[in-house]
């Protein structure tokens, strides 16, 4: 098979990274309908857990081996032979297993998380890559902390692990303290300096911490990274991981990027909504594509532009996202266009002297209430004889 080199390989780690959330842990039927919905969303790789953690995360992993057929399943592991023994474990019925072990690569972990020199650390990963690939063929490698080590030393690592057999090389920036564009240059030099780079594929794990999350992912990406790890809904440790579904759509809203993916985005809204639900988070309103507000136009100028063409404040279709549909609220400040809009949905057309009453009157009213429905405008008609004359129902028309 020829290897697409625009192709970027979606690794989603909610059930791993997002569950490690407090709150938020999930059973196993629970994990295993989560996997499946990531199936059918077309992710390359799922990590299902971290096997050593806990019987039952060892259990999910094993039920979510059985359960999904076509994505890779991961299991996360420490540099040592204990923890990937029971990850070996926990894959065996993975039609295609993947071992993901790691260790600190930043000077901060290796003195304060480990108590070791940087020559013992390398010595370690390059010890639990060989171990892996005696029972995996697959074997991705985390630098944990890339974003802080040094690159001198990070180049040296990820060489070492790939001539261990590692298939690909993991830079996370565990505390997403990178700017982009220094995140963007790490990857780019280790494109450029490992020797061997072309027989792994480059993977990027960005936190939240600054909000950067999915700008370091994208500037990975433009810089040689294919493989993205994220969540849905960008849940994930303290600020969380970057959002699959905000990459994904970036990647096809700017098609100069030349890079592309193999996701279903229409079924990203239904798995949002079962991610929050099961895993007891709520999505924030304004969350880029898939909060409640994110196809929301409110304010009257943005309406009565939106109305004139979508496209003038509209750069994803709802419905590609599987969003119901966009919205037009009314407060009080939406415009004449908005309200009319509303009316003649709900069948009642006015000329243009009672229109500009009926906006007088819906301020009044907007001003005192948040939320206008459609009772609130049905009312608005009914109850006002001022208006009766002119209102009309479109569907007598
Ligand atoms: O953030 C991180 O460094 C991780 C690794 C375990 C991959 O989640
Ligand atoms: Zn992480």
């Not at 990963?125 to 171990?131: E, L």
């Not at 890079?259 to 809204?269: A, E, V, W």
């Not at 979508?310 to 969003?323: A, K, L, W």
């Not at 209430?369 to 209102?391: G, P, R």
């Amino acid at each position: 098979m020829i290897h697409d080199p625009n192709r970027v390989y979606v690794f989603d780690t909610t059930l791993r990274d997002g569950e490690q959330v407090p709150g938020c842990q999930l059973t196993t039927p629970e994990k295993i309908e989560i996997a499946k919905e990531l199936e059918a969303l077309g992710v390359d790789i799922i990590e299902a857990g971290f096997p050593m953690s806990s019987p039952g995360d060892f259990q999910s992993v094993v039920e979510i081996s059985k359960a999904v057929q076509n994505p890779t399943v991961c299991a996360l592991t420490r540099a040592n032979k204990g923890d990937i023994d029971v990850a070996v474990e926990s894959l065996k019925y993975a039609k295609h297993p993947r071992i993901h072990t790691g260790i600190g690569a930043s000077d901060m972990h290796i003195k304060h998380k480990f108590n070791s020199t940087r020559e013992e650390i390398l010595e370690r990963a390059v010890d639990a890559v060989k171990y892996a690939k005696r029972f995996v063929e697959d074997i991705e490698f985390y630098a944990e902390d890339a974003g802080r080590a040094d690159i001198n030393f990070l180049t040296q690592m990820i060489e070492a692990v790939i001539a261990a057999g590692a298939t690909v090389v993991n830079i996370p920036d565990t505390n997403g303290y990178c700017l982009p564009n220094q995140y963007g240059d790490k990857i780019r030099h280790l494109k450029e300096h490992v020797q061997n780079i072309d027989k792994a594929i480059i993977s990027v794990h960005c936190h939240n911490d600054l909000g950067l999350a999915t700008a370091n992912s994208i500037a990975g990406l433009q810089n040689g990274a294919r493989q993205v790890e994220g969540t849905i809904n960008g849940i994930g440790e303290r600020a969380g991981n970057t959002s699959i579904e905000e990459v994904v759509m970036i990647l096809k809203t700017h098609p100069v990027l030349g890079l592309h993916t193999n996701i279903n985005t229409r079924n990203f809204y239904e798995l949002s909504q079962m991610v929050s639900t099961q895993m007891r988070m709520p999505v924030q309103p304004n969350k880029a594509i898939v909060g409640s507000n994110a196809f929301a136009h409110s304010s009257g100028i943005h309406q009565d532009g939106f109305l004139k063409n979508r496209e003038n404040y509209e750069i994803i279709r709802p419905e590609d996202v599987g969003f119901p549909s966009a919205t037009i609220v009314l407060t009080a400040r939406s415009g004449r266009h908005a309200l009319k809009y509303h009316l003649e949905r709900l069948g009642h057309r006015l000329d243009r002297a009672d229109l500009d009453v009926a906006y007088k009157s819906f301020l009044t009213l907007a001003d005192s209430k948040l939320d206008i429905n459609d009772e609130d405008l049905l009312l608005l008609v009914s109850s006002n004889n001022l208006f009766s004359q002119s209102f009309e129902k479109v569907s007598n028309k």
